[in-house]
């Protein structure tokens, strides 16, 4: 899908358009403020890039409490956003979730 599409998609349904189907393995330094991509958009991703802009969605920022490689949700479906949870790999489904 071309990125114009997306950034409808994202814009008028005001859900993440997923990035990838699955995480993203990224080295995170103690201390420092992250802003993970919510909305799917990003080139940069998983980080924001400010591609949200019109959505509604914004991206959600923490602080790295460890240096250490995080998993970063990639699907934008994450039950713990932003860290990946499995969710699009099919992990927490629940018997009748088809």
């Known amino acids: 899908m071309k990125r114009a599409s997306l950034e409808l998609v994202a814009a008028t349904a005001r859900r993440p358009v997923p990035a990838q189907n699955g995480p993203y393995a990224v080295a995170v330094t103690e201390g ?6 919510r909305c799917g958009l990003s080139a940069t991703q998983p980080w924001c890039d400010g591609s949200h802009a019109g959505t509604g969605l914004k991206p959600i920022e923490f602080v790295a409490p460890i240096s ?5 949700c990639g699907c ?3 039950d713990n956003p932003p860290y990946c949870f499995g969710n699009c790999r099919g992990n927490n489904r629940r018997p009748g979730d088809l």
């Open 32 to 37: 420092t403020v992250y802003r993970w991509c």
């Open 68 to 72: 250490e490689t995080f998993y970063m």
């Open 76 to 78: 934008k479906q994450s």
